[in-house]
């Protein structure tokens, strides 16, 4: 059953064209691509529409909002970026995940690899909500190695 606060696909088919090379949405009544609110970090966009004399407005990633558009239906799951661009709406770089497989997607290295005082560097990862550790190396990148190896291990899981 789809949500009553959500906009129609064809109301967003009436209003909008997509250009599949940029990943753009044309206000179809200016000409001109939609912006996003700039200073919030997923590009979040408002969509106001007026129904039986009310005002509704939605704000959404502007990834789900073209999602919807291609697809012809609100998304259930969430939008992932492959190349993580939130600005890159691309149909190919887009796809639905869940959010276990969404928060996988994330830079492979944030808090995952650390520098020991001693000046060793420590890998660890998080799996299942228990922390793993994969040693201490002499080195950045071998830690970085090591860690990258556990994740896509743990993403076949």
């Known amino acids: ?10 109301l967003l088919w009436d209003r909008y064209d997509y250009k ?8 179809k009544r200016t000409g001109k691509p939609i ?7 997923n590009h979040y966009y ?12 939605y704000a959404t990633t502007v990834g789900r ?4 558009w291609l697809t012809g239906d609100w ?17 190919c770089n887009l796809r639905l995940v869940t959010s276990r497989e969404n928060a996988m997607n994330r830079a492979f290295f944030k808090g995952g690899v650390t520098q020991l005082p001693s ?12 922390q793993h550790s994969l040693g201490a190396y002499s080195t950045k990148e ?6 990258s190896k556990a994740t896509q291990e743990f993403q076949g899981s």
């Open 1 to 10: 059953m789809r949500n009553a606060n959500l906009p129609s696909v064809s």
């Open 20 to 27: 599949p090379l940029t990943g753009e949405l044309i206000i």
């Open 35 to 41: 912006s996003p609110h700039k200073r919030l970090r």
């Open 46 to 57: 408002t969509f106001v529409w007026r129904s039986a004399g009310k005002r509704f407005d």
């Open 65 to 68: 909002f073209v999602m919807t």
């Open 75 to 91: 998304p259930t799951k969430q939008v992932d970026h492959i190349n993580r661009d939130t600005g890159d709406n691309r149909f």
């Open 119 to 130: 000046g060793n560097w420590r890998a660890r990862i998080r799996h299942d909500g228990k």
């Open 142 to 147: 071998e830690a970085m190695a090591v860690y």
